[in-house]
């Protein structure tokens, strides 16, 4: 079966044929794995699972393939760690992860794959290739390297030096694959791809509900990941997708509904929290997306190219770090590709680049 025949049998939106051939042949040239290399989870391993948490901490860490029942609600937070979790599959089989009663935050998402550091100064440990489909997720899912986000005191330590693009890249999840899940936002950032993280995808998939921020972040340092066949249907108060010093990242195919406050906005963020930002938005390809709105409103742009350029009155050269934002705080979002999208029911400019020279 050609890896989106099954997409389409699902009855979902199709994806077009050329586009999925061209992001089959981008996942296949990246290396990206679909061989398993787990073992299957005991039946301890799923007693746990099911079971309702004690005390405080509802976590559970999966290092195991596992395969659920479609009439299962797991109100427990799987952890995805190191090196243990790598090769692990998760099929839900239309299972649900997560409730409306849990408490979900950046630092407790319902799904975190995230690397361990390891003790002393010997390194990290980085899950690579890992597969979970067919979920009902309620609540987030972040991919962890180096820190949560660019303010992250590892991350800040790490910019501070030449090489951290290929640090940051290294030592972060890479090859992580989400396909056909559905997830219910209830007010933290659905989905984040955190700094370094590389050859990651969400594919066929839907996102619903409510954020106070972005639906998708793809933080600094990350790059070559892929988003593409999916529908947003959810209120957020930021743009739908921030592509913040993410570069070479494939956005295709994907339905944007009412995008209010913005749909795909690609910028660099330049000294937030003192880290610096290495690598421009670069690269990216963003194409044949649908933004539909409810009427003919005004709205913030579907696609805004150096959305920071615009004020960014906090942004200072540091002589100390002649590199990255410190050396040139602009975005820098050039070389992106923009080809095939529409936008239906609105009369603002829904394209907009405000590079700064």
Same mark, same amino acid.
């Given at each position: 079966m050609k890896p989106w025949s099954r997409w389409e049998a699902s009855g979902r939106t199709a994806v077009p044929e050329s586009i999925m051939i061209a992001v089959t042949a981008m996942i296949f040239s990246l290396g990206w794995s679909t061989d398993a290399r787990a073992k299957?989870?005991?039946?301890?391993?799923?007693? *746990?699972?099911?079971?309702? +948490?004690n005390g405080k901490d509802d976590r559970i860490n999966v290092d195991c393939d596992l395969q659920l029942r479609p009439d299962d609600v797991i109100t427990r937070k799987l952890v995805f760690a190191g090196e243990a979790a790598s090769g692990v599959s998760l099929d839900c089989q239309g299972a649900t992860l997560g409730s409306s009663k849990m408490k979900y935050s950046v630092g407790a998402p319902t799904? =975190?794959? &995230?690397?361990?550091k390891l003790p002393g100064d010997s390194g990290w440990s980085? +899950?690579?290739?890992? &597969?979970?489909?067919?979920? *009902?997720?309620?609540?987030?899912?972040?991919l962890t390297g180096l820190g949560p986000n660019g303010e992250a005191e590892d991350v800040r330590k790490s910019s501070l030096n030449r090489d951290h693009t290929a640090n940051a890249q290294r030592n972060a999840p890479s090859g992580i694959e989400l396909t056909n899940i559905s997830v219910e936002a209830v007010g933290t950032i659905? =989905?984040?791809?955190? +700094?370094?993280?590389?050859?990651?995808s969400l594919t066929n998939s839907t996102i619903r509900g409510k954020s106070a921020k972005t639906v998708i972040y793809l933080?600094?340092?990350?790059a070559e990941n892929v988003i593409s066949g999916n529908r947003f249907s959810i209120k957020a108060d930021r743009e739908m997708i921030a592509v913040d010093g993410s570069a070479r990242n494939v956005i295709s195919g994907n339905v944007f509904r009412n995008p209010m406050k913005g749909g795909i906005f690609v910028y660099r963020n330049c000294g937030e929290g003192g880290t610096i930002r290495h690598q421009e938005p670069r690269s990216n390809r963003i194409s044949d997306n649908r933004f539909v709105y409810r009427s003919s409103i005004v709205a913030y742009p579907a696609i805004w190219l150096n959305h920071r350029d615009v004020g960014k009155w906090y942004c200072k050269v540091d002589p100390r770090y002649p590199f990255g934002s410190s050396l040139d705080p602009r975005d820098r979002a050039i070389d992106n590709v923009l080809a095939g999208n529409r936008f239906e029911g609105a009369i603002s400019p829904m394209v907009l680049n405000t590079e700064r020279k």
């Open positions: 299957m989870c005991d039946a301890a391993f799923y007693e *746990k699972l099911r079971s309702a +948490p799904v =975190l794959v &995230r690397s361990q980085v +899950p690579r290739d890992i &597969r979970i489909t067919n979920c *009902k997720i309620v609540g987030n899912i972040r659905p =989905l984040y791809f955190g +700094p370094g993280v590389t050859k990651s933080d600094a340092e990350s």
